[in-house]
């Protein structure tokens, strides 16, 4: 597995878990430290990229979420399932904030589609 692929995925189980367990912003960190031990060993290099991935999801976590919810009116926020609210915000994070010179935007949208 390509090691952006697994470092999109630890942001994203982290993600999830941050938002399944409903826990404050700065619980994260300790979220993400540990699935980047138990998950990414050897992926040191792509630490940074999964920090930035989850830190600018929860930065932008209020725009991304109503641009969802005005995609989406038929279903509310907090009816999306706990994955694909997290592939979602992560994704639209990339397309909208994220480097485009780092992460095209077709590269964005396969991997929030893969």
């Known amino acids: 597995m390509a090691s952006r692929h697994l470092a999109r995925s630890i942001a994203m189980q982290s993600l999830f878990e941050w938002d399944f367990r409903e826990k404050p912003a700065d619980a994260l960190a300790s979220i993400v430290a540990r699935n980047k031990q138990e998950f990414g060993p050897g992926l040191d290099e792509e630490y940074e990229f ?3 991935l989850v830190e600018g999801v929860i930065q932008h976590r209020e ?8 995609a989406a009116p038929a279903w509310p926020i ?19 904030f994220g480097n485009h010179d780092e992460v095209p935007p077709k590269v964005a949208i396969n991997e929030a589609i893969e």
């Open 50 to 52: 999964i920090t930035r």
């Open 63 to 70: 725009r991304i979420d109503e641009i969802i919810a005005q």
């Open 78 to 96: 907090e009816q999306i399932t706990g994955v694909d609210r997290a592939v979602l915000r992560l994704g639209l994070y990339e397309l909208l």
